[in-house]
C-alpha cells in the first residue's frame, strides 16, 4: 500500500466513481479548498458536475487511470463495486489509495467478508458458501428458511431470494446464472443498524452515532440517528466496527452494517467500504460529516469531530415521486417542503427519474429526537412517502 502523505488544500484529489456519494465528497472536498478529478463512465454524472475535472473511461481502463495517476495525488472511491485490481494498478503508479485494494477486495465477495468479519471476532449470521449444486445438496436444514445472497455485485436488494427448502435454493441459484452464492439464515430481527468509522494510516479512528435503518424492498427508505438503541448496545457496535477496521488495516470510511436481534444479540451483516447512505445526516447533524473524514483521511489530516450536534432522521427520496398515480410525470412539492422548519433538502442532480431510483434526501433536524421524529413524519406525509406513520417517538430497544 502507498504511504498517505499530508496533502494540503489546493491539490487535487482523485475519485472512482461518479454517483451521488462522490457528489457530496466533492462538495465537502471544494468547500475545504481541494480539487476532485473523477473517473466514471457514464457521462454528465452527478460528482462530475460539481467537480474540477471528469475522466470519461471505465474503470478498469488502463489510459483512464493513468491519466488519473498523473492529476490526483491520492484516491478514494464511492462505489463497493470499483474494481479492487483498479486500486491496485494506481498503487502500482504511486498514487495512494483509501481505502487500498485488499481491503475493497475482501468486502466484494460476501464469502470471503463473512469470514473476514468473524476472523476479527465479530459474530455474523449462520451461513453456508454455495458455489456448486454439491453445496446445495450439502447444506444443513438450519440454515432454512434462508436468504441466498450473490457473493458479488449485489446492493440494494438485488442478487437475494427467500427460500424455505433446498429445491427453492436450487431454483434461486440457477436463476442467479449458478454464480457463487451464500446462504444465511433467515433470523428475527429487532432492527437493523449501521456504524460508520474512519480510520487514517496511523491507525487513528473516529466512529460516527450508531445509525438506525429502515427498508422498504430492500432500499433504505429512513434512517434516526442516533439509533433508539441502549448505550450498551450503541457501544458495542461501535466497538465491533473499530475491531473489523483495525483488521482490515483500513483506511477512509467505512460502513458496518448490523442486525440486532433478541436478547441484545448483536451480529454484522455487510461492509460498504465507502461513506453509506445511512450516514447522509452526518451532514447537518455532526460536527464532521461522513464526507469530510474521508477527505480527511485521503489527505492525511486529523480526524474529525463526530459528536452529534442535532437529532436528525434522513429520508430517501427516489424516484417514484416524479410520477403520480397514473403513472404521469409530476413534480415533488419542493416549495412547500422547504418550508417546514428543520428541513435539508439534498437533490442528486440526476437527468432522469426512474422509479426506485435513488434521486436524492431529506434530513430533517430537530432539538430533540421527538421533535426531528414529528418533523420528518409531517415532512413524509408531504412528499406522500407510505412509511410516514411509522415515523414516531419509541423507547429505546
Known sequence: MSEMKT???GATLGLLGGGQLGRMFSQAATRMGYHVA????????PAGEVSLKQITRSYDDAEGLQTLAQCAQAVTTEFENVPAKSLAALAALGLPTAPHADAVAATQDRNVEKSFIERAGVPTAPHQAVKRIEDIESLSDDLFPGILKTARLGYDGKGQARVHSKAEAKTAWESF????????????????????ICRNAAGDTAV?????????????AYTVMPARISAELASRAQEYAEKIAHALDYVGVLCVELFVLDGDKLIANELAPRPHNSGHATIEACSTSQYEQQVRAMAGLPLGDTTQIAPAVMLNILGDLWFDADDQPTTPPWTELLKMP???????????????????HVTVLGTNQA?????AHDAAKLLGLPFADELSAKEAL
Open 7 to 9: 496533502l494540503l488544500p
Open 38 to 45: 473523477v473517473l466514471e463512465p457514464g457521462e454528465n454524472s
Open 177 to 196: 446464472g449458478r454464480v457463487d452464492c451464500v446462504l444465511e439464515k433467515m433470523l428475527a430481527l429487532k432492527t437493523e443498524v449501521s456504524v460508520i
Open 208 to 220: 460516527f452515532p450508531v445509525c438506525e435503518n429502515h427498508h422498504r424492498s430492500g432500499i433504505l
Open 342 to 360: 428543520g428541513v435539508k433538502l439534498h437533490l442528486y442532480g440526476k437527468a432522469q427519474a426512474r422509479r426506485a431510483r435513488k434521486m436524492g
Open 371 to 375: 421533535q426531528a421524529l414529528s418533523r
